[in-house]
C-alpha cells in the first residue's frame, strides 16, 4: 500500500506485509489509514495505521472463520461497513471493538422470470447407441433421452430430476441402462429398466423405474455392461470395479489407481485399460476379464511410457487403435493381437492374443496430430479427430480422407457395426451427426439425428444442483484432502441455504465464488465458475495511438503510433506531433469522452480532424480528414505488448553495450515456447549472457520444456570444411550455455513460479524483482448440467523440501519492489537491475550456481 499526492508525485510506500493489502481507506481526520489485511494471519480483518514514526498495524476488527470484504468509511469517518460471508456489518471507528450485523429485508420482485421453458435441439451431453443400433439415449440439462436413431419421432423422457443424470450406458440385450448420477448428494450408479405394464420392454416404455445400485462415498465413472450382460464394470477413483446388475459382489477388478479408461475385447475375454503413472506417461495394459492373477498378471502391450490412449477393438479382436505420443504429438497407431502367419500354417483363433513381443507389432498410422480414435468393424480403417474436424484413414496409413468442414469438433465417435460406411458423433454444439466413411469431399455427406426436447428449468432447482456440484467436485478431487484446513462439510452447510435468494445468474455466481473461497473459505489458486452469460452487443475500440497526456485543452495529441495498428496504415500519414481535433464532427474538448464517441464503432470507419496547430489558420489549410477503422481492445493489446517487449529489448541493448540479449515468455504455452526458441536463436544467441523475463506470465506448462534449452555444456565441437563450427548436428539441439538471470514479479503465476522455483533449485543464475504470485495448482476444467464451465484443483505442487507452492511465493536473490514514481517516468527499475547484476557478475566471474530453493513464508 502506498501513498501519493493527488497529482500522482512523492510516492511513499506504507506497508510491506508479505501478502495482500486492499481497500485503503483515510480516517476523519487524515491522520491514518484503515484498510483489509492477513497481516494478522487469516482470515482478513480491518487494520488501522496511523502516520506517526515507527507506527505499526493494529487490528480493528477479530473475524475468525470468514475475512472481511469491500470495506468502506462513511464520508465523516465516523463508522466501516464491510462485507464478512454473506452478512454486512458496521463498526463506528471510535469504538470498534463491537461490530454490529445489519439487518437488511429487501422486498422486491425478481428480476426475471425464474421459471423458463427452453427448447433444446443441440446441446446434448452425450450418446449411446445401443447393439442392434435402432435406438440411442442421449443426454440434454442432466436429463436422459430415448429416441430412434433416424431421429423420426417423439423423444421419451426417461429421467426427470433437478440432479444430473448421465453416463449411460446400454446393456447388450437392450432390456435396460446403467447410468451415473448426483441425485443422492454423490455420484452413484443407478439401473433404469421398464415400469410400463402396457409397453414392458426397455425399448418401448413410457414408463420406467430407477434403482440406485451403489451406495460409495467415492465417486464412479466409465460405467459399461460385460459383453453377455452379466456384470456392470466401472471405474472407481481410478480403479476398475465390477458387480452385479444389482449392485451385489462388488469386486476390485483392478487394485492399482489412475486408470483413466478402458474397452472390451468382442469376445468378452479382454479388457484393455490405459493407466496413467504420476508424471501423466500412461500405458495400455490387458488382462482377463475375469481380473488379474499372479499367474496372469496385467500385461504392458505398448511399452513406451509417455501417453497412450484412446484403445478400440477391431470385432475380430485380431486389432487395437489407439492415439500414442511418440514424438511429442499425439497420433494413430494401430497393434496387431498375434503375430504374422507362416504360408500354409493355421491362424489363431479369433481373439486369441499372442503376447511375445507384442508391443513390437505397432504400426503408425500417418501423421496427423490426432486426439480420440475408433477403428473399424473390420479393422482396415481408423476414424479420428485432428483439430477440429472428423477424419478416416486405413490402418496402413495410405489413404486419410477429411469427413468434415466447419470446426464440427467431433467428440463420442462410434463407428457402426452394421454398415462400415456410417459414423455417428457429437459435435461441438451437442448434436447428434452422421459421416460417411466413403465419403470423397469433406462435409459433403454430413447428416444429423434431430431431436426437439421441451424442458421446464427452474432457476432455484439449476442453481442448487450447480451449487451441490461445485461443492461435490471438490470434495471428490480438490489435491489438498484437508481442504487448507476449512471443514468443507460445513461450507456446504453455511453457504447452501442461501442459493434460493440469488436467483440471478451474477448474485449466484458471488456465491459460489464466496464458497470457493476465492475470498476465504478454501484459501486456494485455480479455482473459479465461468457460467454461461450474454456477451456485450457494444464494446468501445481503440484508434492505436498513444496520447500525450500532459497537453491540457482542445484535441488530442499524438505522442506515438502504434505498429501494426489501426493507425499505421499506409496513406494515413499519422504522425507523432499532430493532434486530432474532431471525431466523426465532435469537437474535442475536456468535457467530451472520447470512449463515448467510440463505443459500437468496431470495424466501421471513424473520421478524424487532424492538424498542427491551435488555433487554426484559415489560410493555411492545416487541417485534414483522415478516415480509421478503430480495433477492439483485444486486437491493440498484443500490438501494445509487442511494444513494451521492443522497448525492454533496447533497454538492455544500450545499457549493455549490445552485449546482453532479452526474452521476455509472456505464456508457459506453446507459444510462449515458440516465442522464446525463435528469439533464442534469431536475436539472442549470439550475446555474452541473457536476461529472461517471466513477469506477467499467467502460466501454463512448458517449464521441463524452457530448461531443456538452458545450463547445459558443449561437448563436441564440429568443424566445416568450409570453417564454420557447431556444438550440435540439429539447429534445434542447440543449448544455451552463457550466463543467464530470470526477473520475476509478484504477477509471474502457476508455472511462471515452477519455472523460477526449478531456475533457482538447478543453480542457472540468480532471479532478481518481486516474489511471485503463490498461486501455483495443477488444474482441470469440467462442465456443469447448465454448461457452465468449473475448474478442479486436482494436482499440488511442492519444492524439494516439500513447501505447497499454493499460496507461497517464490523470492527473488534481488529484491526490486517498483516504485509507481518509477512508471510514471517510464523507468523499468527491475529490468535495469537484470542488467547491472549480470554485467556485474560477468565482470567478477561470480555466477556461482546455488542451487538453493527460495520460497517464501506461507501467507496462510
Not at 493355421?346 to 508391443?359: K, M, P, Y
Amino acid at each position: 500500500m502506498w501513498v501519493a499526492n493527488l497529482d500522482g508525485t512523492d510516492n511513499k510506500k506504507l506497508t510491506d506485509f508479505n501478502g495482500q493489502d486492499s481497500s485503503p481507506m483515510w480516517s476523519q481526520n487524515g491522520d491514518a489509514v484503515y484498510y483489509v489485511s492477513e497481516v494478522f494471519g487469516t482470515p482478513a480483518n480491518i487494520v488501522r495505521l496511523d502516520f506517526k514514526a515507527g507506527a505499526k498495524p493494529v487490528k480493528i476488527t477479530n473475524h475468525t472463520s470468514e475475512g472481511v470484504r469491500k470495506a468502506r468509511i462513511s464520508a465523516n469517518g465516523a463508522a466501516l461497513v464491510y462485507e464478512c460471508g454473506p452478512d454486512i456489518y458496521m463498526i463506528e471507528t471510535s469504538n470498534p471493538s463491537k461490530p454490529r450485523k445489519i439487518t437488511i429485508k429487501a422486498l422486491v420482485d425478481d428480476k426475471t422470470n425464474t421459471d423458463r421453458l427452453v427448447t433444446f435441439t443441440q446441446n446434448a451431453s452425450e450418446f449411446a447407441i445401443n447393439k442392434d443400433e435402432s435406438l440411442v439415449i442421449f443426454g440434454v440439462h442432466g436429463d436422459l433421452y430415448r429416441m430412434g436413431i433416424s431421429g423420426v419421432g417423439k423423444a421419451v423422457r426417461l429421467t426427470d430430476t433437478p440432479a444430473d443424470d448421465f453416463g449411460v450406458a446400454w446393456a447388450p440385450d437392450s432390456s435396460k441402462a446403467a447410468f451415473l448420477s448426483d441425485r443422492s448428494g454423490r455420484i452413484e450408479v443407478y439401473l433404469l429398466e421398464s415400469e410400463d405394464v402396457e409397453h414392458p420392454k426397455f425399448t418401448e416404455a413410457q414408463k420406467f423405474k430407477v434403482k440406485q445400485i451403489t451406495n460409495d462415498e467415492k465417486p464412479e465413472s466409465n460405467l459399461t455392461f460385460s459383453p453377455d450382460g452379466k456384470k456392470i464394470y466401472f471405474l472407481r477413483v481410478g480403479k476398475l470395479w465390477s458387480m452385479n446388475l444389482d449392485g451385489s459382489e462388488q469386486k476390485e477388478v483392478v487394485s492399482l489407481s489412475m486408470i483413466t479408461e478402458y474397452s472390451w475385447s468382442p469376445d468378452g475375454k479382454w479388457i484393455v485399460y490405459s493407466r496413467r503413472d504420476g508424471s501423466f506417461a500412461s500405458e495400455l495394459f490387458i488382462i482377463p476379464a475375469s481380473g488379474p492373477t499372479k499367474e496372469n498378471p496385467p500385461k504392458n502391450i505398448t511399452r513406451y511410457a509417455t501417453s497412450n490412449y484412446s484403445p478400440t477393438w477391431s470385432t475380430d479382436g485380431k486389432r487395437i487403435a489407439f492415439v500414442s505420443e511418440r514424438r511429442n504429438t499425439p497420433g494413430l497407431f494401430v497393434m496387431e493381437m498375434q503375430k504374422p502367419v507362416a504360408n500354409g500354417k493355421t491362424n489363431l483363433d479369433s481373439g486369441a492374443i499372442d503376447f511375445d513381443e507384442i508391443h513390437s507389432r505397432v504400426s503408425a498410422v500417418g501423421s496427423m496430430n490426432t486426439t480420440d480414435a475408433v477403428i473399424s468393424p473390420g479393422g482396415s480403417k481408423i476414424a479420428f479427430r485432428s483439430g477440429d474436424e472428423l477424419w478416416v484413414a486405413s490402418v496402413t496409413g495410405g489413404l486419410v480422407t477429411k469427413l468434415s468442414t466447419g470446426a464440427v469438433k467431433p467428440q463420442g465417435i462410434y463407428w457402426s457395426k452394421k454398415s462400415t460406411d456410417l459414423i455417428y458423433f457429437r459435435d461441438g454444439n451437442g448434436s447428434l451427426r452422421t459421416a460417411k466413411a466413403s465419403s470423397a469431399i469433406a462435409g459433403a455427406d454430413l447428416g444429423s439425428v434431430s431431436f426437439r426436447i421441451k424442458m421446464m428449468i427452474k432457476a432455484a432447482e439449476e442453481n442448487l444442483e450447480i451449487f451441490d456440484q461445485c461443492w461435490r467436485l471438490l470434495a471428490d478431487y480438490f489435491y489438498d484432502a484437508k481442504f487448507h484446513g476449512a471443514d468443507w462439510n460445513l461450507v456446504r452447510q453455511r453457504y447452501r441455504p442461501m442459493v434460493i435468494h440469488a436467483p440471478m445468474k451474477e448474485d449466484f455466481q458471488a456465491l459460489v465464488f464466496l464458497m470457493l473461497g476465492m475470498l476465504g473459505e478454501l484459501n486456494a489458486s485455480h479455482l473459479g465458475l465461468q457460467m454461461i452469460v450474454n456477451p456485450l452487443e457494444e464494446q468501445t475500440p481503440e484508434l492505436g495511438m498513444l496520447f500525450d497526456e500532459t497537453v491540457k485543452g482542445k484535441g488530442l495529441k499524438i505522442k506515438e503510433v502504434i505498429k501494426r495498428g489501426p493507425a499505421d496504415k499506409r496513406g494515413l500519414d499519422l504522425k507523432p506531433g499532430e493532434i486530432i481535433f474532431a471525431i466523426n464532427g465532435v469537437e474535442l474538448n475536456p468535457m467530451v469522452e472520447v470512449s463515448q464517441l467510440l463505443n459500437g464503432k468496431n470495424d466501421e470507419t471513424v473520421v478524424l480532424l487532424v492538424g498542427v496547430e491551435i488555433p487554426p489558420d484559415p489560410k493555411t489549410k492545416n487541417r485534414r480528414t483522415v478516415e480509421i477503422t478503430p480495433m477492439l481492445r483485444e486486437r491493440i493489446a498484443p500490438l501494445l505488448y509487442e511494444r513494451w517487449i521492443h522497448l525492454n529489448a533496447q533497454k538492455v541493448s544500450e545499457m549493455s553495450n549490445g552485449r546482453v540479449g532479452y526474452i521476455h515468455i509472456p505464456g508457459m504455452d506453446d507459444a510462449g515456447l515458440d516465442r522464446f526458441v525463435r528469439s533464442l536463436y534469431s536475436d539472442n544467441f549470439d550475446k555474452e549472457a541473457l536476461v529472461l523475463d517471466v513477469r506477467f506470465n499467467g502460466g501454463g506448462f512448458t517449464h521441463d520444456q524452457v530448461l531443456n534449452y538452458l545450463g547445459a555444456q558443449d561437448h563436441t565441437k564440429f568443424l566445416h570444411r568450409e570453417g564454420d563450427k557447431g556444438a550440435v548436428l540439429r539447429s534445434y539441439d542447440r543449448k544455451w550455455t552463457k550466463p543467464v538471470i530470470l526477473i520475476i514479479n509478484n504477477r509471474s503465476y502457476s508455472d511462471a513460479e515452477i519455472f523460477p522455483n526449478a531456475f533457482k533449485t538447478l543453480g542457472l543464475g540468480k532471479l532478481v524483482g518481486q516474489p511471485t504470485g503463490g498461486m501455483v495448482i495443477g488444474t482441470g476444467s469440467t462442465k456443469l448440467i447448465d454448461g457452465s464451465t468449473f475448474r478442479i484443483p486436482r494436482i499440488g505442487v511442492y519444492t524439494n523440501s516439500g513447501v505447497d507452492m499454493d499460496t507461497v511465493g517464490v523470492a527473488p536473490d534481488i529484491l526490486v519492489e517498483p516504485n509507481p514514481d518509477d512508471f510514471k517516468k517510464g523507468i523499468d527499475a527491475q529490468l535495469q537491475k537484470a542488467v547491472e547484476v549480470i554485467l556485474k557478475d560477468m565482470q567478477s566471474g561470480d555466477l556461482k550456481k546455488t542451487g538453493k530453493e527460495k520460497i517464501l513464508t506461507p501467507m496462510r
